[in-house]
């Protein structure tokens, strides 16, 4: 096979940051093939690209496309090169058609005036020619996410790429939407475009995939063929350890309810219902899992357990407590701890050092102040103690955490929320844009409270998490409970189904099933 | 670590510094255009600024007496910033208690000693009031604090105009002032010839005092706290809202204390014009000052040189307009304004310095 991309001796120093993004990388794609790359966040694989795709200049090494070395200044020089970017972040108009988003700039006449009627023809040719059937006119808010990437994807078709890089592409996708996109790929593939596949998932390189590289530290760990490798030998490559992938937990002990939802109902920023009259209740010593496609209303449903947001019906309690219109500093105070959907925003003040950001949630304890006044002592005492407990790296007490890395940025959240013993634990999405190392680390502590008596409530919208973590999982579809079921008769495929807005039929008595009503 | 704070130190104080360097160079560029002496025009500007030709004759000592009123107004910015309020109120909140100050000195009859402290306590609890009012109209209304103590200020300039015009006018004849106040109501000074006196000692320990609230207590890291990130302090439970009402009452006191002091201290009454910006002043060297109290301090008395210096030195002895120091001043703000682009340079050549031997090893190596 001919050889469509190579990268040699890629390289890029940040100054500002004092990182060496890129050590001498060499990377290569084959015409007609999927090579996949992986690395922990922060192991340089963004910056690789960025670098192809023109947005950063490297200090050296060189581009070469078919054969010939090119030079690429901007994103203009890599399409004309056949390089096309679909990013994580979609860049579409949302409310144009799919057809004026994917002619956007290259409308096909050259006088001022567009044809409608001539670019939907151009995108449906476009579609069928590469089995992507979309809608021309169907105006993109409107689409499901999967649809959305569709679009993203044919724009850079037209735009002739031959080679696609694929940024995270499965991370906002539903199972079945990730299966779907899998088909796609492969059928790109054989119709000889070569694709790099960016991800930190393990089991899909193992799916799409004929190659892996595996990058580290801005350097290039080594590259396989798909055949000779397996997920535990490229978990050990990206962290440079033995991985633990699967968390190993006893069943669940349940005991007292902890906390319980009456009928509660929320309404979104916009004032329309976000969680409409849920109920549920977390027992002490297990965790249940909320599932559930993205903007369901997780989001909604985590602010007013934590109290960040009122509710506009309902009723909350902890250990039985009524904390329907608590503070925040009420729930904390009675054993609530919150690990947030954001950490940059919510769950730390990036501006501010360690210590401070430690202290937000008990600088009240007379431990930590006395008369008004912070014990700044006992406070670096504090910090030395979840430094040392959660082992949090190139962090010092009293320095700032702005240049962290996302899993010692997570490592700080879970250090403060867990040092308090909490007996209700609110985790949302905890392992979002972690890598392979950090989400060991999230998970095993977890479980670890579970197993001291606490009660968790893990929000995630990755399936594997909720399937692995959970003792029983409730699937939010439109802001309502779309069933709930027992981890260990629940199959993948039943949680990808409700996670759609479908119903199972064939389980278990017990599952409480309510329609996918429109709100 | 220690290098680090080093670090930290050198970051804080390079940008003022450059910025000051560079608006004092291009001062060289006017004082050109008007033909006079350029070196010389330096020599005046600080040692009618910042000299001391024989004691008793100190420039510097009214230096600091001018500076003192910018420190306070200052701190009061500084604490409406650092918790993440852009409250410019300082110049209204500083006038309305300089009205209370003028008042109060004539009017109640005190021992010296009570007396002061009276009109210093009333005059903080008028500048915290005209802070309230900005305060509650953004926690309860959600009105922009910008915008209302914009109109404040306003209001505040034309209330201490007719207070001088019409009730608390002393002689009808002349142009229009309060009453002296009472001796036993003045603020003593140190020294004959310049009013630098007790008002100094309270502003600088106004800035050890902010500096200690804002890092060393509780209140003032829930200020910080709301002030940086607000989402993160909800999270955590910080009050925002008290927060804020919190930090306008502190900043207004802080500015009324001002008005106290440049009353009592320095003119002993108000009189029409009393207005000249001491509040915008302030204002600017937190700016400056990298709102930071200790950084207020340093730029309060800079500023207050240079104006100083501008007005003794070059008008009068060169005969160069005063308003180059202001226009000076003017430049220095521009070139902080400008910081991005300092930064930049100021990277490019760290990063520049730092890779030149990693590339001078690759060639002796390759």
């Known amino acids: 096979m001919a050889i469509a991309l190579e990268l040699k001796g890629i390289t890029k120093y940040f100054n500002s940051t004092d990182v060496q993004a890129n050590d001498s990388v060499d990377y290569d794609v084959r015409t007609g093939e999927v090579h996949a790359l992986v690395g922990e966040n922060g192991a340089g694989k963004t910056t690789l690209m960025n670098i192809l795709y023109g947005l950063i200049k490297a200090d050296a090494g060189e581009i070469i496309i078919n054969g010939e070395k090119v030079i690429i200044n901007n994103a203009d020089d890599a399409i004309k090169n056949g390089i096309g970017m679909v990013h994580q972040h979609f860049e579409l108009v949302p409310s144009f058609t799919v057809a004026q988003n994917i002619m956007l700039g290259i409308e096909p006449n050259s006088a001022s005036f567009i044809s409608q009627k001539s670019e939907n023809q151009i995108v449906k040719d476009l579609a069928d020619r590469f089995n992507l059937p979309v809608d ?34 499965t991370a906002v996708l539903t199972p079945q939407e990730v299966y779907e996109l899998m088909a796609v790929v492969r059928n790109l593939s054989k119709m000889s475009y070569s694709i790099v596949f960016i991800t930190h998932k393990l089991i899909e390189v193992l799916q799409v995939a004929d190659r892996v590289s595996v990058m580290r530290n801005g350097k290039m760990v080594g590259t396989k063929n798909i055949t000779d490798t397996d ?87 902890i250990n039985g407590k009524d904390i329907t219109h608590s503070s925040v500093r009420e729930r904390r105070n009675s054993g609530v701890a919150h690990i947030p959907e954001d950490r940059m925003k919510v769950g730390l003040n990036l501006q501010t050092t360690l210590d401070e950001n430690l202290i ?44 962290l890395s996302g899993g010692n940025l997570q490592k700080i959240v879970v250090g403060r929320e867990l040092s308090g013993e909490p007996s209700f634990i609110i985790a949302n999405q905890p392992t979002r844009g972690l890598d392979v190392g950090s989400i060991e680390f999230v998970h095993k502590t977890l479980i670890e409270e579970r197993d001291k008596g606490a009660g968790v409530l893990l929000v995630s919208v990755e399936l594997d998490e909720i399937m692995s973590l959970s003792d029983r999982i409730l699937v939010l579809y439109r802001g309502e409970i779309q069933g709930e079921l027992e981890t260990t008769n629940a199959t993948e495929e039943d949680v990808g189904i409700l996670m759609a807005g479908g119903k199972i039929n064939h389980r278990s008595p017990q599952t409480a099933m309510k329609g996918g009503k429109l709100p | 670590m220690k290098n680090k704070r080093f670090k930290k130190l050198l970051d804080a104080i390079l940008v003022p510094a450059l910025a000051i360097i560079s608006g004092l160079i291009l001062m060289a560029v006017l004082i050109a255009v008007t033909k006079k002496p350029i070196f010389a025009s330096y020599g005046v500007l600080f040692s009618k600024g ?10 510097i000592l009214t230096t600091l007496e001018r500076a003192t009123p910018i420190i306070l107004t200052g701190l009061a910015a500084v604490v409406a910033f650092r918790s993440g309020l852009f409250s410019i109120g300082q110049e209204g909140q500083f006038l309305v208690a300089s009205v209370v100050a003028a008042w109060l000195g004539y009017s109640i009859h005190l021992p010296n000693g009570v007396h002061q402290i009276v009109i210093i306590l009333a005059c903080m609890a008028a500048g915290a009031a ?13 009105v922009n604090e910008l915008l209302a103590t ?11 105009e007719y207070m001088v015009q019409f009730p608390l006018r002393a002689d009808k004849a002349t142009t229009a002032h309060s009453p002296l106040i009472d001796k036993s109501a003045e603020l003593a000074t140190f020294m004959p010839g310049s009013k ?37 302090a909800l999270y955590g439970g910080v009050a925002s809202d008290k927060a804020a009402i919190r930090a306008m009452l502190i900043s207004g ?79 220095i703000i521009l070139f902080i304004a400008a910081r991005k682009f300092y930064e930049g340079n100021i990277t490019a050549i760290a990063g520049w310095f730092k890779r030149k031997p990693n590339q001078k090893m690759k060639r002796e190596g390759g």
């Open chain 2, 130 to 142: 005209y802070g309230y009012i900005p305060g509650i109209l953004k926690v309860k209304l959600g």
């Open chain 2, 50 to 59: 910042f000299g001391c030709v024989k004691s008793g004759n100190c420039a």
């Open chain 2, 253 to 331: 006191a802080l500015a009324g204390l001002a008005g106290a002091i440049e009353v009592l201290g320095v003119h002993r009454r108000i009189m029409t014009g009393f207005s000249v910006g001491l509040g915008f002043d302030g204002l600017t060297s937190a700016i400056l000052g990298q709102t930071h109290p200790f950084g207020v301090l340093i730029v309060a008395i800079i500023f207050a040189g240079l104006k100083l210096g501008a007005q003794l030195g070059l008008q009068l002895k060169l005969g160069i307009p005063r308003e180059l120091g202001g226009t000076i001043i003017g430049f």
């Open chain 2, 196 to 232: 630098w006196g007790v008002g100094f000692i309270i502003a600088v320990a106004a800035v050890i005092l902010v500096f200690i609230f804002l890092w060393k207590t509780k209140m003032g890291y829930e200020q910080r706290m709301a002030g940086q990130a607000k989402r993160f």
């Open chain 2, 150 to 160: 914009i109109i404040l200020n306003t209001i505040a300039t034309l209330f201490i």
């Open chain 1, 231 to 317: 997920i535990p030998d490229l978990a050990r490559m990206m962290v440079g350890r033995e991985v633990l992938l699967r968390v190993s937990k006893t069943p669940a002990k349940h005991g007292d309810t902890i906390f319980e939802a009456r009928d509660v109902s929320v309404s979104d920023v916009n004032g329309l219902a976000a969680i409409s009259h849920i109920s549920f209740k977390v027992n002490s010593g297990e965790i249940v899992g909320i599932a559930g496609v993205s903007g369901n209303g997780q989001t909604e449903l985590v602010e007013v357990i934590s109290g960040m947001k009122s509710l506009d019906g309902g009723e909350l309690l």
């Open chain 1, 360 to 403: 937000i949630s008990r600088y009240n304890d007379s431990e930590f102040s006395k008369f008004n006044f912070l014990l700044g002592r006992s406070i670096s005492k504090f910090t030395r103690s979840v430094i040392d407990a959660f082992s949090i790296k190139a962090a010092e007490p009293g320095e700032g955490i702005s240049m």
């Open chain 1, 136 to 169: 021309p006119n169907a105006v993109v808010r409107d689409l499901p996410v999967g649809m959305q990437q569709r679009v993203e994807i044919l724009k850079v078709l037209q735009r002739k790429a031959k080679i696609l890089i694929l940024d995270e592409p």
